[in-house]
């Protein structure tokens, strides 16, 4: 992790810089690599400012903190405050990747065995499974389906307000199954 430290109308000692500093390494664990620090330090009459200017890989965080204190209570402060976003950014980014894996079309099928189904009759494959129908237009459907492996995607059509199915046929091509009441 790259700091810049810049003080305005404040000495900047080394206590406070390596205080900063131990505070913002702490982020390195949320944040993705190469991180680039901005701490800018300001004293106006008795109140002390305190600016953190972070960029990372994932976008970038800021936090101004402002304390009638001391300068490292008002570095406290602002650490506490981006660190906050930090832990909020981090878990957006796990978020996204496990609803990744639960959304990437990956539905539960129940497939019984002959034998258990009917005293073992004729051959029945019965299957289950559960769809969340989201609202979107054929164009959003068709590019669903072709960021997944899935070969249909059942969904309300936005324009009619019915549930349809898309499907990739053997031909490269689409298909609709849009009933009618």
Same mark, same amino acid.
């Given at each position: 992790?790259? &700091? ?11 206590? @406070?810089?390596? *205080? ?14 190469? &991180?680039?620090?901005? @701490?800018?330090?300001?004293?106006? +009459?008795?109140? *002390? ?25 008002? @570095? ?6 981006? $660190? ?11 978020? +996204? ?18 034998? !258990? @189904? ?9 299957? !289950? ?8 237009? &054929? ?7 072709? $960021? ?11 324009? !009619? ?21």
């Amino acid at each position: 992790m790259n &700091i810049e430290y810049i003080g305005r109308n404040f000495h900047l000692d080394e206590r @406070v810089r390596k *205080h900063a500093a131990e505070k913002l390494e702490k982020l390195t664990k949320f944040l993705g690599e190469p &991180i680039e620090g901005h @701490v800018t330090l300001e004293t106006e +009459k008795h109140r *002390h400012k305190v600016e953190i200017f972070l960029t990372h890989r994932f976008g970038t965080l800021t936090a101004t903190e402002e304390t009638d204190g001391t300068m490292t209570d008002a @570095v406290n402060l602002a650490t506490e405050k981006i $660190e906050h976003q930090a832990r909020r950014a981090h878990k957006r980014v796990v978020d +996204k990747r496990r609803r990744g894996d639960r959304n990437g079309h990956r539905w539960p099928v129940d497939i019984l065995e002959r034998d !258990s @189904v009917g005293g073992g009759g004729t051959p029945r494959v019965i299957e !289950s499974t559960h769809l969340q129908i989201k609202p979107m237009t &054929i164009e959003e459907a068709a590019l669903q389906l072709e $960021e997944t492996k899935a070969e249909f995607v059942v969904f309300r059509d936005s324009g !009619s307000d019915r549930v349809a199915v898309l499907y990739k046929r053997k031909d490269e091509n689409y298909g609709l199954i849009a009933p009618e009441f």
